[in-house]
């Protein structure tokens, strides 16, 4: 009825309306204080319903047999059902079939796509569970729905089918490029993923251009072993700081720096778990009146592509070599 809910999927908590009304969207972007140029991910129940709101391709059904319902957005040429509000003013739609079956309820019973970015403020970190979105949400939407932590933990991948039939990945997630190359030819990577936008470029996806997941003080990434990362907290002084580490390494950082504020990002190799707590963690770090969040810097491969891009962002492109040369 053009209300906003607040709901669980399985990346993070999305803040949805009806995607074939402009007031629905207009109210999106007014709860989530996002720009109104930033497009919206519209939620379909089955990966058929797309046929309703955009021009499909085979190659789409390739990827929705593969990966949908998942965690994978898909963009192509929208109809004129999804109004220009809920999609930025572009001529494209990004569309989404998420796996949670609250979600996948949610849909069906609305019985019309529901438009949802995440349920964060805009600028703050994905929700991941109905406590994040209550504190950033509660009072500017109609519902919530607690369908507790997100099971994956960072948004959808985000691909685009080219004209050519190729595919551009703009955002990845837990779909890798590898995987996506099961189905696809060709996958080029936006140079938004890893890089910083030159001033002036132009980003394919406009959220790309906003400083995203961002905490409040700041976030230093540390591209080096544990002895860099040792050494880097020393040469921090006195500042209030906290390190978010692997699991290996805790017991190193608490010999050496017995006050230091250590949280756990999981074993080093289990990127799905990291991927689980980073926002959550990026979170818990707000709750604490601190100057400085260090971290590790993620490689960025299979699902380590989106563990980087996110954290990159979050650090505003702050990275700092075991050497102390700083990156950014
Ligand atoms: O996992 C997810 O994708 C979550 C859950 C709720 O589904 N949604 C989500 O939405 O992350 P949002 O709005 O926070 O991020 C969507 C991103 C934005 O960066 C937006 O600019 C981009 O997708 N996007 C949406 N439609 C697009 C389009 N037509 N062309 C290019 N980029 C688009
Ligand atoms: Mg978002």
């Known amino acids: 009825n053009g209300g906003l809910v607040v709901f669980p999927t399985e990346t993070v908590y999305g803040l949805g309306a009806d995607a ?8 999106i972007y007014s709860a989530k204080g996002r720009p109104s140029d930033n497009p919206l991910i519209i939620h379909i129940s089955s990966p058929g319903e797309a046929e309703i709101y955009t021009e499909t391709s ?15 957005t898909v ?16 001529s494209t ?3 989404r079939c998420p796996e949670n079956p609250i979600a996948n309820a949610l849909i069906k019973k609305a019985a019309v796509a529901i438009a949802a970015p995440s349920a964060n403020l805009s600028g703050s970190p994905s929700p991941t569970s109905a406590s994040h979105a209550i504190s950033d949400m509660m009072g500017r939407v109609d519902m919530i729905i607690d369908g507790g932590a997100c099971e994956i933990g960072i948004e959808s991948t985000i691909v685009k089918i080219e004209d050519d039939g190729s595919l551009t990945l703009l955002r990845p997630g837990k779909i890798t490029v590898e995987e996506l ?12 993923v890893t890089d910083k936008l ?7 996806s406009p959220g790309m251009k906003y400083r995203h997941y961002a905490p409040r003080c700041e976030l230093v990434l540390i591209d080096g072993d544990r002895q860099g990362i040792a050494d880097y907290v020393l040469s921090q002084g006195k500042k209030r700081l906290a390190l978010i580490a692997y699991d290996e390494d805790i017991a190193f950082f608490e010999a050496k720096y017995p006050e230091l504020k250590i949280m756990s990002f999981g074993p080093a190799t289990d990127e799905t778990e990291q991927a689980k707590r980073l926002f959550s963690l990026l979170r818990e770090c707000d709750g604490l009146e ?3 969040i260090l971290a590790p810097l993620p490689t960025p491969k299979g699902m ?14 702050q990275i700092i070599k075991c050497d102390g040369e700083i990156n950014g």
Do not use: Q
Not at 20 to 27: C, I
Not at 58 to 71: H, I, N, T, V, W
């Open 304 to 317: 380590g592509l989106a563990l980087y891009n996110r954290m990159i962002h979050a650090a505003a492109h």
């Open 181 to 192: 190359l099961t189905v696809a030819d060709v996958v080029s990577i936006a140079g938004a």
């Open 290 to 292: 601190l100057d400085l």
């Open 75 to 90: 963009i192509m040429k929208a109809k004129p059902t999804v109004p220009f509000a809920t999609r930025g003013g572009l």
């Open 198 to 204: 030159k001033s002036g470029e132009r980003a394919l």
């Open 58 to 72: 085979p190659l789409y059904y390739k990827l929705a047999e593969r990966f949908m319902p998942g965690p994978l």
């Open 93 to 95: 739609v990004a569309v």
């Open 20 to 27: 074939t009304s402009s007031e629905a969207a207009r109210k």
